[in-house]
């Protein structure tokens, strides 16, 4: 932009913070989206609980976003599951026992979306990891094939949005899923990674079982969501188990019934906020039972109680020079508050996100809200 010759001051909207307050504001998660929720079969190694060590992504899984184009464009190799190294490239880490697998049997599951933001859709598509793929290497293109396609039209998507792949038969033990949603309004594109341990892949068949074990016990115990009140659990089923008791402790010493469930999901409801919890699941089958590892989680904090409503009065339009406000460019990093000029416009990044030279992103309201102008 050609700056103008004369600039006085800015004026921000009433409901702009200040230049100060934006600045120290931290940068909470508002992205775009993710491969997990509630309506998904799988989670992604970004977004699972369950992964340690994964750096600073856990908290924006949906922010996993780099240029579209994948295979021929899009993260280089070696820097896929990172979208190109982001958030410190953590996720690049690959060996055989690095990260939680999704257990999947070969044939249908179900991959959903968490959205932050509902972007226009140009296509879903999802790769995975061929027969013999060496786990313990960096994950490349060539270790890919094409699974699905699934076309967005170019129209917003659901929340969420559900697709289900069908796993091939020829697949058994670790393989990685690659998601790749492509964006239709931006050039970019977002990329998740999803570790599966598949189960009866191939011709194999399973013979019934006329005299079960005493059951296994559960594993992988983790939480779906949480709130000040309540926890969603979910674990691995086992094999001769015909139903599962929830058991709850806040000392670790003394457990209490929390409920049973016929699946492998439990919703527990009426709790402490702010509380930590410790639960184990027992599998419950006609030969004995079996209880999982501890797991342990803290309900969230309880909605602040909202103060006396307090006379109104007249606010401030805070200002500040035009000339310390730097002008936007299409490619560069920005943080959620930073202020910029555009045309006389000045606007304010509502989310954190990297700009890869679409002059229309300044536009985009899903990143930047017009909060003033120049004079």
């Known amino acids: 932009m050609t700056p103008r010759t004369r600039l006085g001051s800015v004026t921000l909207a009433v409901a702009a913070i200040t230049a100060a307050g934006l600045l120290i504001a931290p940068t909470s998660a508002v992205g775009h989206g993710y491969v ?10 970004a977004a699972w609980s369950a992964n340690v060590d994964r750096g600073g992504v856990q908290y924006e899984p949906q922010s996993l976003e780099a240029p579209k184009g994948f295979p021929q464009a899009g993260p280089a190799d070696g820097h896929l599951a990172s979208a190109g190294g982001l958030f410190g490239g953590t996720l690049d880490e690959q060996t055989a026992t690095r990260w939680q697998k999704n257990i999947v049997q070969a044939g249908p599951v179900q991959v959903a979306w968490s959205l932050t933001a ?22 490349e293109r060539s270790d890919l094939e094409l699974l699905a396609t699934f076309d967005g039209r170019g129209e917003i998507p659901a929340v ?10 020829d697949r058994t033990g670790y393989h990685v899923i690659y998601a790749v949603w492509d964006v239709a309004d931006t050039t970019n594109a977002f990329y998740n990674t999803i570790d599966i341990d598949v189960r009866g892949g191939g011709a194999v068949t399973t013979p019934p079982v006329t005299n079960p074990p005493a059951s ?7 939480s ?16 001769g188990a015909t139903s599962y008791r929830v058991e709850r402790s806040t000392d670790g010493v003394t457990y209490s019934f929390a409920g049973t469930s016929a699946t492998t999901r439990f919703l527990d409801t009426g709790l402490a906020a702010a509380t930590t919890y410790r639960y184990r699941v027992v599998a419950t089958g006609p030969s004995g039972e079996a209880a999982s590892a501890v797991f342990t989680v803290t ?11 307090t006379t109104p009065t007249t606010p401030t339009m805070p200002t500040a020079p035009a000339a310390d406000i730097p002008a936007w460019t299409a490619v560069g990093v920005y943080v959620r508050g930073d202020l910029r000029r555009h045309d006389g416009v000045v606007y304010r990044a509502v989310q954190s ?10 536009t985009a309201r899903a990143l930047w809200e017009p909060v003033g102008t120049t004079r």
């Open 299 to 309: 309900t969230a904090e309880a909605a602040p109680v909202p103060s006396t409503p």
């Open 36 to 45: 997990g929720g509630s309506a998904s079969t799988l989670i992604s190694r």
């Open 224 to 239: 779906m969501g949480r709130t000040a009140s309540s926890v969603d659990l979910m674990w691995k089923g086992t094999a």
């Open 160 to 169: 969420p949005t559900v697709h289900t792949l069908t796993i091939p038969a």
């Open 118 to 139: 509902a972007h226009r859709t140009a296509q879903w598509r999802y790769f995975i990891t061929k027969p013999g793929w060496d786990p313990n290497d960096e994950l």
């Open 216 to 222: 296994s016990a559960p594993t992988g115990v983790h």
């Open 353 to 362: 996100h990297r700009s890869w030279g679409d002059p229309s992103w300044i």
